[in-house]
Protein backbone atom coordinates (compact mmCIF):
# COMPACT_ATOMS: atom_id res chain seq x y z
CA UNK A 1 0.00 0.00 0.00
CA UNK A 2 1.11 3.74 -0.50
CA UNK A 3 1.15 6.39 1.84
CA UNK A 4 1.25 10.17 0.52
CA UNK A 5 1.38 12.73 3.07
CA UNK A 6 1.31 16.77 1.99
CA UNK A 7 2.86 19.13 4.70
CA UNK A 8 1.53 22.91 4.71
CA UNK A 9 4.10 24.77 6.54
CA UNK A 10 3.44 28.10 8.22
CA UNK A 11 4.74 31.19 7.22
CA UNK A 12 7.30 31.27 10.57
CA UNK A 13 8.91 28.30 9.00
CA UNK A 14 8.94 29.99 5.46
CA UNK A 15 13.17 30.11 5.73
CA UNK A 16 16.13 28.07 4.55
CA UNK A 17 16.81 27.53 8.24
CA UNK A 18 13.58 25.66 8.56
CA UNK A 19 13.58 24.16 5.55
CA UNK A 20 16.56 22.49 5.78
CA UNK A 21 15.72 21.39 9.21
CA UNK A 22 12.49 20.00 8.31
CA UNK A 23 13.79 18.18 5.25
CA UNK A 24 16.74 16.35 7.78
CA UNK A 25 13.56 15.14 9.40
CA UNK A 26 11.70 13.66 6.55
CA UNK A 27 15.35 11.99 5.79
CA UNK A 28 15.37 10.76 9.36
CA UNK A 29 11.50 9.96 8.96
CA UNK A 30 12.41 7.49 5.67
CA UNK A 31 15.01 5.08 7.76
CA UNK A 32 11.75 3.88 9.57
CA UNK A 33 12.32 -0.14 8.94
CA UNK A 34 8.80 -0.72 8.35
CA UNK A 35 9.32 1.69 4.74
CA UNK A 36 9.67 0.03 1.61
CA UNK A 37 10.26 2.44 -0.73
CA UNK A 38 10.39 6.05 -0.18
CA UNK A 39 10.61 9.93 -1.98
CA UNK A 40 9.53 13.07 -0.37
CA UNK A 41 10.05 16.47 -2.14
CA UNK A 42 8.20 20.00 -3.06
CA UNK A 43 6.00 20.83 -6.04
CA UNK A 44 7.06 20.03 -9.42
CA UNK A 45 7.13 23.07 -11.72
CA UNK A 46 4.08 21.76 -13.99
CA UNK A 47 1.67 24.24 -15.68
CA UNK A 48 -0.87 25.28 -13.59
CA UNK A 49 -4.10 23.89 -14.23
CA UNK A 50 -7.42 23.73 -12.58
CA UNK A 51 -7.02 20.36 -11.63
CA UNK A 52 -3.18 20.87 -10.33
CA UNK A 53 -2.50 21.91 -6.75
CA UNK A 54 0.60 23.33 -6.08
CA UNK A 55 -0.10 25.03 -2.74
CA UNK A 56 1.89 23.41 -0.51
CA UNK A 57 5.34 23.08 0.88
CA UNK A 58 6.54 19.25 0.90
CA UNK A 59 5.61 16.15 0.23
CA UNK A 60 6.49 12.34 0.77
CA UNK A 61 5.48 9.45 -0.63
CA UNK A 62 5.91 5.94 0.97
CA UNK A 63 5.14 2.29 0.16
CA UNK A 64 4.39 -0.59 2.77
CA UNK A 65 4.94 -3.90 2.19
CA UNK A 66 1.43 -4.63 3.90
CA UNK A 67 -0.91 -3.24 5.87
CA UNK A 68 0.20 -4.66 8.76
CA UNK A 69 4.13 -2.62 8.11
CA UNK A 70 1.74 0.34 7.46
CA UNK A 71 -0.26 0.02 10.64
CA UNK A 72 3.20 -0.56 12.83
CA UNK A 73 4.46 2.56 11.22
CA UNK A 74 1.56 4.32 12.59
CA UNK A 75 0.89 2.63 15.89
CA UNK A 76 3.96 2.62 17.81
CA UNK A 77 6.95 3.70 15.15
CA UNK A 78 9.43 5.78 17.32
CA UNK A 79 11.11 7.10 14.03
CA UNK A 80 7.58 8.17 12.69
CA UNK A 81 6.32 9.35 16.28
CA UNK A 82 9.78 11.29 16.80
CA UNK A 83 9.08 13.25 13.34
CA UNK A 84 5.40 13.93 14.47
CA UNK A 85 6.79 15.19 18.06
CA UNK A 86 9.31 17.15 16.20
CA UNK A 87 7.64 18.66 13.44
CA UNK A 88 3.95 19.15 13.96
CA UNK A 89 4.22 22.72 15.82
CA UNK A 90 5.77 23.40 12.11
CA UNK A 91 2.98 22.37 9.26
CA UNK A 92 -0.47 24.60 9.44
CA UNK A 93 -2.32 21.77 7.28
CA UNK A 94 -1.16 18.21 6.61
CA UNK A 95 -3.22 16.11 4.04
CA UNK A 96 -3.02 12.10 4.01
CA UNK A 97 -4.04 10.25 0.73
CA UNK A 98 -3.53 6.61 0.93
CA UNK A 99 -4.08 4.35 -1.72
CA UNK A 100 -4.71 0.35 -1.37
Known amino acids: MEHH ?3 WLKNDFQND ?3 ASFESGIKTLCTSPFIGQ ?3 GKPAATADRPVTDHSWDYAISLKFANMDDHDSYQ ?3 PIHDA ?3 GFKDRW ?3 QVMDIA
Open 5 to 7: VYF
Open 17 to 19: ASR
Open 38 to 40: HKW
Open 75 to 77: EGD
Open 83 to 85: FIA
Open 92 to 94: AKV
